[in-house]
């Protein structure tokens, strides 16, 4: 089983408080392991903060509504940027990898500075650092009911969503009242 452009819903049944209501886009994921991005969790950092940090002083000031969000415990420190694309991820920027036919996700500065200067008019979103499994742990997780699985939408990833919970479950046709954290328990 392939997760890469799935979405991971967090179920009740997750036992890592770090991942509570966690929506989660699959990256990569092969024989080594996987690796997703947190979509749902806004952090306290703004755009305009990473910009000064990367001493990127561009003149485009971004609205505090553009999130930053916590994109997973792992490499916090690092920026990812998720974002639409109709070329393929190793000619666009610097350090990219191909999610789906629209989506790359890069790490490279390269893509900030674009997005600074306004030279990139495609949708994105930025989130530091990322979540990792090792070979079959996110497997083991998936049949230990810790995790819904559905197909990635643009639409969800990109357009702002204040509930990005509640809206992968509708996408679904599950809602949150549905979900017992005694599913699967006899």
């Not at 070329?87 to 191909?98: D, N």
Request: glycine share 4%; net charge negative; with cysteine.
């Amino acid at each position: 089983m392939n997760l890469t452009n799935q979405l991971l819903i967090a179920t009740p049944d997750m036992q890592d408080e770090r991942f509570h209501r966690a929506v989660i886009l699959i990256c990569e994921h092969n024989e080594h392991g996987a690796l997703g991005i947190n979509i749902n969790l806004p952090s306290d950092v703004q755009f305009n903060e990473i910009l000064e940090s990367l001493q990127i002083n561009e003149p485009t000031l971004f609205e505090p509504e553009q999130f930053v969000y916590e994109g997973g415990p792992v490499n916090t420190q690092c920026g990812f940027i998720l974002h639409q694309s109709d070329k393929p991820a190793e000619l666009e920027f610097e350090s990219s990898i191909q999610v789906s036919d629209s989506v790359n996700l890069t790490t490279s500065k390269d893509i900030i500075r674009a997005i600074a200067n306004n030279q990139f008019k495609d949708k994105w979103l930025m989130a530091l650092g990322c979540a990792t499994w090792d070979a079959g742990q996110l497997e083991q997780e998936v049949a230990d009911h810790a995790w819904l699985i559905a197909d990635a939408k643009d639409h969800l990833i990109f357009d702002h969503h204040a509930e990005r919970w509640d809206s992968a479950l509708a996408m679904m046709g599950i809602e949150a009242h549905q979900l017992s954290s005694d599913i699967g328990h006899a």
